[in-house]
């Protein structure tokens, strides 16, 4: 067998209306909180939740998602998560 790997498609988040300026912070959070929200709802196989991810994976330092994530199982997060 050959070690030819298929080639990986990368893509980065498109325009989003609600935030149209060059700083990309708000959108960065707001994807982050909406995809918690949307697997609370909907469940995490529910394939427009998946945009959300993608969004804050590309827009979020890594730093920031691993505070999030921290924060979010301990509890301690300032954003409420249900729906």
């Known amino acids: ?3 030819i790997e ?3 498609k990368l893509t980065t988040a498109g325009f989003d209306a ?4 060059t700083n990309q912070t ?3 959070w707001q994807n982050y909180a909406d995809y918690y929200k949307c ?3 909907r ?6 939740c998946k945009q959300f991810f993608r969004a804050y994976n590309s827009l979020c ?4 998602i ?7 199982e301990e509890g301690t997060n300032p954003s409420n998560f249900s729906v």
Do not use: L
Request: aromatic share 12%; proline share 12%; net charge negative.
């Open 1 to 3: 067998m050959s070690d």
């Open 6 to 8: 298929t080639p990986v």
């Open 18 to 21: 609600r935030f149209p300026n």
């Open 26 to 28: 708000k959108s960065c």
């Open 39 to 41: 697997i609370a709802a």
């Open 43 to 48: 469940g995490e196989e529910f394939a427009p």
């Open 61 to 64: 330092p890594n730093e920031w």
């Open 66 to 72: 691993s505070k999030w994530n921290e924060q979010r």
